[in-house]
Antibody, heavy 120, light 107 residues
Framework: QITLKESGPTLVKPTQTLTLTCTFS??????????VGWIRQPPGKALEWLAL???????RYSPSLKSRLTITKDTSKNQVVLTMTNMDPMDTATYYC????????????WGQGTLVTVSS | DIQMTQSPSSVSASVGDRVTITCRAS??????LAWYQQKPGKAPKLLIY???SLQSGVPSRFSGSGSGTDFTLTISSLQPEDFATYYC?????????FGQGTKVEIK
C-alpha cells in the first residue's frame, strides 16, 4: 500500500527558507518511471503544481517559482525534499506531496498535506 | 503555461441528479487530462486519468470524456458522498496545471 506524509514547519517568517520532507512507503523512487510531486493549495483556493522529481533524478519546476524551488530525493530514506526560498505571506498554503505512477500523467496517491503559514 | 478553465464554478444539485462539469484547455492537450475530487480538509482523490480512464476503486457513476481542448466529467446519479470540489489537471506539458475548481453543492 502506497502512503506519503509531509513534514516540516507549520510557521515560517517572511524571507526565510521553507524545507518540507515527503516520507513515503509502498514504492521505490528507483523504479523506472516513478515520480513524486509537490502541489500546494492556499486557503480556499485552487491547487497549484510546484515540482516533480523522477526516478532518474530528472526534475521539473513551475516556471513562476523555479528560482525559489529545489526538489531532491534520498532513495535510501524513501524521502523527497522540497525547499522554497524567500517565503512570503502569499506562500501560505497546504503543501501536498503525491505519487506519480509509472508512465502516469496524474497523481494517484497523495499525502494528507501540511499547512504552512508565513507570518512575522 | 496551459490554462485550464472549468465551468461552472459551482453547481447546486440534488441526490440522483446527473451533473456535468466542463474543463477547457487553452491549447490542445490530446487526452492528457485528469479529474480529482476534494472534500474539505482532505487531499484530492484521483477519479479519472487520460480523460476517460476510471481510477481503480472509483464508482462507475463517474465518467470522463473529451480530447484536444474540451473535456467533461459526468456524475450520472449524484450521491450524498459526491458533494465536493472537483478539479481538472492537464499533463500534456510542464508545468502541469489545474483548473480553478467546481464546487458541487446540495440543492
Amino acid at each position: 500500500q502506497i502512503t506519503l506524509k509531509e513534514s516540516g514547519p507549520t510557521l515560517v517568517k517572511p524571507t526565510q527558507t521553507l524545507t518540507l520532507t515527503c516520507t513515503f512507503s509502498g514504492f521505490s523512487l528507483t523504479t523506472s518511471g516513478v515520480g513524486v510531486g509537490w502541489i500546494r493549495q492556499p486557503p480556499g483556493k485552487a491547487l497549484e503544481w510546484l515540482a516533480l522529481i523522477y526516478w532518474d533524478d530528472d526534475k521539473r519546476y513551475s516556471p513562476s517559482l523555479k528560482s525559489r524551488l529545489t526538489i531532491t530525493k534520498d532513495t535510501s530514506k524513501n524521502q523527497v525534499v522540497l525547499t522554497m526560498t524567500n517565503m512570503d505571506p502569499m506562500d501560505t498554503a497546504t503543501y501536498y506531496c503525491a505519487h506519480r505512477p509509472v508512465a502516469g500523467t496524474a497523481f494517484d496517491y497523495w499525502g494528507q498535506g501540511t499547512l504552512v503559514t508565513v507570518s512575522s | 503555461d496551459i490554462q485550464m478553465t472549468q465551468s461552472p464554478s459551482s453547481v447546486s444539485a440534488s441526490v440522483g441528479d446527473r451533473v456535468t462539469i466542463t474543463c477547457r484547455a487553452s491549447q490542445g492537450i490530446s487526452s492528457w487530462l485528469a479529474w480529482y475530487q476534494q472534500k474539505p480538509g482532505k487531499a484530492p482523490k484521483l477519479l479519472i486519468y487520460t480523460a476517460s480512464s476510471l481510477q481503480s476503486g472509483v464508482p462507475s457513476r463517474f465518467s470522463g470524456s473529451g480530447s484536444g481542448t474540451d473535456f467533461t466529467l459526468t456524475i450520472s446519479s449524484l450521491q450524498p458522498e459526491d458533494f465536493a470540489t472537483y478539479y481538472c489537471q492537464q499533463a500534456n506539458s510542464f508545468p502541469w496545471t489545474f483548473g480553478q475548481g467546481t464546487k458541487v453543492e446540495i440543492k
